[in-house]
């Protein structure tokens, strides 16, 4: 089974080099901040509608700077 996580670190960064809170993102995508979190804090998978309004609200990073793809458990890279 593939999930897609978010990388928490690489996302931090971006939004204070944004100087953007999780709240204010999650405003801005349309999505609650409590949502937001439990993607941030790994509790829930963001969905593909989700992956693509973050990466369109930090246009600096791609898809493998912002997230993880684990497929039964362990990491893969996706630019090998």
Do not use: C, W
Request: aromatic share 6%.
């Amino acid at each position: 089974m593939v999930k897609v996580k978010l990388n928490r670190v690489a996302f931090e960064v971006a939004l204070s080099r944004k100087n953007l809170s999780q709240r204010d993102l999650a405003e801005k995508i349309g999505f609650s901040r409590s949502h937001l979190s439990h993607i941030i804090n790994g509790r829930r998978e963001p969905s593909p509608v989700l992956r693509r309004l973050i990466l369109e609200h930090l246009p600096e990073y791609t898809f493998d700077d912002l997230f993880v793809i684990e497929e039964n458990g362990s990491n893969v890279r996706t630019n090998d």
